[in-house]
C-alpha cells in the first residue's frame, strides 16, 4: 500500500467516502474504527495508516484516487481552509488553483506549517494553564473571552433577567405560545415584520434585512423557536441600553469581543424571555429538572432547556447549581456554561471516558454517568445527541452533543438519577479535563503525555 505520512490525503478520503454513500459514523464501523479517529483521518490530524488502506480498499474498493498527485482539488480546498483559519479568505479560487495545479510542493509545506503553527499554539496554550500563567486565556477567540464572562458571572445576569420577567408580564405573554404575540411586537414597537424564509438562510437562525425591515426566519424551527428569535431581535431593537450597560462591566474593548457579547447578551435576553425566571424555576423543581417535560411545557429543544437551567443562580431563589456544555463528534467546545465553579478545560480536546462522547453512538436516548475528577471530586453527569436545521431527505443537519453535570451531592433532586447507585465509589469512571493537562498516567484512553507542571 502506498504510504500516507507526507501526504494529506483526509479531503480525498472524505469526498470518496461521500461518493460511495457512507457516513463518517458507518464508514467508521465498517472499518472497526472509533468516529472520531476516522474524522481525525479526514482533517489529517492522524496519519492513514497501512492497516486502514487495507481495510477501506475492502469497503470501497479501488481507493487509489487517494493517492493520484495530478488531482489538486483536494489540495486547494485543504488550502482555502488554511488561508481562513488565518484570516485570508481574500485569496481567490483562482489563486489557490494555481497554487495547487503548479507547484503543489509549495502547497504542502504550507499546509505541514500550519499544522506545526496550530499544534505549537495549543501546547502553548496548554502549559499557560498547566503552569497558571498570569496572562492565559488573553489570547483566546472573543467568543471565548465572552464565554469566560458568562462563567465569572456564574452564567446568570440578573438585570436581563428581572427585565425579562417584568416584560413577560407587562406583554401579557403565555409560556409556550409566545410567537404570533412576539411578532406583532416587533412589527408595531419597531416597524419590523418577520417573515419565514422556505429551507435555510445559511448558518444562521435569523437576519434582519434592515433596508427593507424585515426579520427572516427559517421555517423549519418550532414555535418556540421562532419567538426565541424574535425574542433576540427585541432586545437589540429596543433593549440595547441595557445590554450595553452590562457589556461595560465585561472591560472588553475590541470589536470582536463587543459584537460576540452583544450577541451573547441578546440570547440570554431570549431565553429569558421564552423561559421566564420564576415560572420556570418552579416548573424545573415540580418535575426534577426532567427536560423533556420543560422542553414540551415551554415549546422548546432540549438543548434551549439544558443552556436556560444552567443559568438559574439569582440571589436568594436559586436552581440546582448546573454546568452546560456542547460538543460536536471531533470533540470541539461550542457552548459551555457554568453556575458554578465548575473548570471547563479550554485547551487539549476533552475526555474521551466523558458520557458526552457516548450520546453520539446512542442518538435519542438520555444517558447518565457518575464520573471522578483527578482532584476525588465526583459528579454526575446526562447527555445526550440533538440535531438541528431543514428537515427533509438529504437535507444536510448540525448534530451535537449536549451535557449536563452537577456535583454529586445535588444528584438526588434530578429525575435522571432514580434507582441509580450513585454513592456507591465503584461505579464512578475516572475521567479529566483533557489529556494535555490530566494527570492520569495509567489512563488506558491517554492520547497525549501531560505537559509538566508545578508538583
Known sequence: ???????????????????????????????????????????????LTADIQQRLAQVLGNIAELFDSDQPAALQESLAQTFRDLGLAEISAQELRALAGNLPQVGQVLLDL?????????????????????????????????????????????ELDDLAEQLCAEWNLVPGNMAPRLRQLLADR???????????????KRQLDGGRRVL????????????????????????????????ARTGFSDPAQLAQ???????????????????????????????????QQFG???????????????RGASGLPLFFIRVDRAGNISKRHSATDFHFSQVGGSCPLWIIYEAFNQPGRILTQVARMPDGRRYFWLARQVSSGPVGHGQPRKTFAVALGCELQHAD???????????????????????????????????????????
Open 190 to 204: 419597531h416597524g419590523v415584520l418577520t417573515e419565514l424564509m422556505p429551507q435555510h438562510i445559511g448558518r444562521e
Open 114 to 158: 500550519h499544522r506545526q503553527h496550530l499544534a505549537l499554539r495549543e501546547h502553548a496554550a496548554a502549559l499557560e494553564f498547566r503552569l497558571g500563567a498570569p496572562e492565559a486565556g488573553q489570547h483566546l477567540p472573543a467568543s471565548d473571552q465572552v464565554r469566560d464572562f458568562f462563567n465569572r458571572m456564574h452564567n446568570h445576569i440578573p
Open 300 to 314: 422548546v429543544g432540549f438543548e434551549a432547556v439544558c443552556h436556560r437551567l444552567s443559568t438559574l443562580a439569582r
Open 261 to 295: 457579547a452583544r450577541i451573547g447578551l441578546s440570547n440570554y435576553f431570549a431565553g429569558a424571555l421564552v423561559m421566564p425566571y420564576r415560572h420556570f424555576l418552579q416548573a424545573a423543581e415540580h418535575s426534577q429538572y426532567d427536560i423533556e417535560r420543560l422542553a
Open 216 to 247: 427572516w426566519i427559517p421555517d423549519y424551527l418550532e414555535p418556540g423557536q421562532q419567538a426565541f428569535q424574535m425574542a433576540a431581535e427585541l432586545a437589540l431593537q429596543g433593549y440595547s441600553a441595557q445590554i450595553d450597560a452590562v457589556i
Open 413 to 455: 433532586r434530578l429525575v435522571y438519577a432514580r434507582g441509580l447507585d450513585t454513592q456507591n465509589p465503584g461505579n464512578a469512571v475516572p475521567i479529566g479535563p483533557g489529556c494535555r493537562v490530566c494527570p492520569r498516567e495509567d489512563c488506558m484512553q491517554r492520547a497525549f503525555a501531560s505537559l509538566p507542571g508545578p508538583n
Open 1 to 47: 500500500m502506498n504510504n500516507s505520512r507526507h501526504t494529506p490525503l483526509g479531503l480525498r478520503l472524505a469526498q470518496l467516502r461521500k461518493r460511495a454513500g457512507y457516513s463518517q459514523a458507518r464508514l467508521a464501523q465498517a472499518l472497526a474504527i472509533s468516529p472520531s479517529y476516522l474524522n481525525q483521518i479526514e482533517k489529517n490530524k492522524r496519519p
